[in-house]
Structures are given as structure tokens and as C-alpha cells.
């Protein structure tokens, strides 16, 4: 089955700059989609279509997209970040409409 | 505004099935796909299937199929997500979410949630 790989963990210091990759072989074909879950809460969309930002997302969230890796980059990176981050796409090779979650990234401020 | 309100914790033994429900508000219920995705304590979120509110039309995650049901009913806005031959690993929050609009080919994402159901299985 159709996997994204995303690293475990990523350490970042306030007003830094974190980068969270997510990797997948579909992914020149298909957008990518990233959310953020913190404790306790349901996840909210904060970069659909590889890198547009829904409205209400500060301006520091952005995403790019290079071959078969998407990229979530938070600069300035505050407290309130502290969280996970999971990047999604179609499952092609699924049932229909499928769809597919990295494993999740946990970003920690430091 | 988009609203998706689901049913409340449930705590079911081995063997028994759960019924969540998810009932939408906020947009023309049948225009758009819904989703069920489930997260088990301290994992990623897992995908479960999805149903189009206009025909009643599901699809489910192999993972799932055989044991899980979606259904709608368009009279109250509601969708519903049962799963059978409950076990220790179904343990989860259980969300809905709001997919593409069922008229056009747009891509599956998710920018309006539930508030999650958890789901506890224990003898």
C-alpha cells in the first residue's frame, strides 16, 4: 500500500525556522495536504494544494513541493507551534476517492 | 458557518459494534464527500472510508471492509460510521471530516472537522 514518510521529530529554537518533510512517490502527481494537531484537539488544515494557505493561517506557514517531497516550512517559529504535523494526499492506488496520512512529525520548541 | 457535530463517547466490550454519528450544518449537506478517520492514543490519524451524501455511494479502506458501515440520512443532515467485531485496537477518537463536492472532481482534503468520538473497547 501507498506509504508518506515524514520524520518522527523535528527540534526547532523560538523564532527559528523548522522544515518538515513528508516523502511519497505519488507525490509529482498528486498535491499535498498538511495539518496541525495539537493535544486533545481535532486537526486543522494549514497548507492544502502544496502551498496555499487557508485563510486564518498566519503568513509564517508555508509549503513547497520538490520530485516525491513536500516540505512544510515554519519561520519565526513561536511557542504556539509546538505540535503534530501530518501531510496527506490521494491514495491512488487505493479504493476510490482513498486517502493517505504520514505517520506525523512532532515539532518541538525548544 | 461549517459545522460537523459528533455523538458522544461510547465504551463498548470485545465483539460488540459502535454506531457514531456526525451530523453537518452550515452547507448544502449532499454537495459535498465525508470521511471517517480514526486516531488510536498517541498514533497518527488512519484513514477509514468515505460516503457521498447525494447517493448514499461508500468506499472503505481495505483495513476496514467487511467490518465497517457508512450511511446518511439526508432528512437530518447526518452521516453515520458503525464498526463490528469491536477489539482492544479499535480504541480511538473517531472523527468525520468534510471532503471535495461530490459534482466535480476536486481533491479529497479535509478543512472542516468533527470534534471526535472516542471510542473505548474494554472487557
Not at chain 1, 494557505?53 to 513541493?65: A, C, L, Q, T, W
Not at chain 2, 467487511?66 to 440520512?73: A, E, F, I, L, S
Amino acid at each position: 500500500s501507498y506509504e508518506l514518510t515524514q520524520p518522527p521529530s523535528v527540534s526547532v529554537s523560538p523564532g527559528q525556522t523548522a522544515r518538515i518533510t513528508c516523502s511519497g512517490d505519488a507525490l509529482p502527481k498528486q498535491y499535498a495536504y498538511w495539518y496541525q494537531q495539537k493535544p486533545g484537539q481535532a486537526p486543522v488544515l494549514v497548507i492544502y494544494k502544496d502551498s496555499e494557505r487557508p485563510s486564518g493561517i498566519p503568513e509564517r506557514f508555508s509549503g513547497s513541493s520538490s520530485g516525491t517531497t513536500v516540505t512544510l516550512t515554519i519561520s519565526g517559529v513561536q511557542a504556539e507551534d509546538e505540535a503534530d504535523y501530518y501531510c496527506q494526499s490521494a491514495d491512488s492506488s487505493g479504493t476510490y476517492r482513498s486517502v493517505v496520512f504520514g505517520g506525523g512529525t512532532k515539532l518541538t520548541v525548544l | 458557518q461549517v459545522q460537523l457535530v459528533q455523538s458522544g463517547a461510547e465504551v463498548k466490550k470485545p465483539g460488540a459494534s459502535v454506531k457514531v454519528s456526525c451530523k453537518a450544518s452550515g452547507y448544502t449537506f449532499t454537495s459535498y464527500y465525508m470521511h471517517w478517520v480514526r486516531q488510536a492514543p498517541g498514533q497518527g490519524l488512519e484513514w477509514m472510508g468515505i460516503i457521498n451524501p447525494s447517493g448514499g455511494s461508500t468506499s472503505y479502506a481495505q483495513k476496514f471492509q467487511g467490518r465497517v458501515t457508512m450511511t446518511r440520512d439526508t432528512s437530518t443532515s447526518t452521516v453515520y460510521m458503525e464498526l463490528s467485531s469491536l477489539r482492544s485496537e479499535d480504541t480511538a477518537v473517531y472523527y468525520c471530516a468534510r471532503g471535495g463536492s461530490s459534482s466535480s472532481a476536486t481533491p479529497e482534503y479535509f478543512q472542516h472537522w468533527g470534534q471526535g468520538t472516542l471510542v473505548t473497547v474494554s472487557s
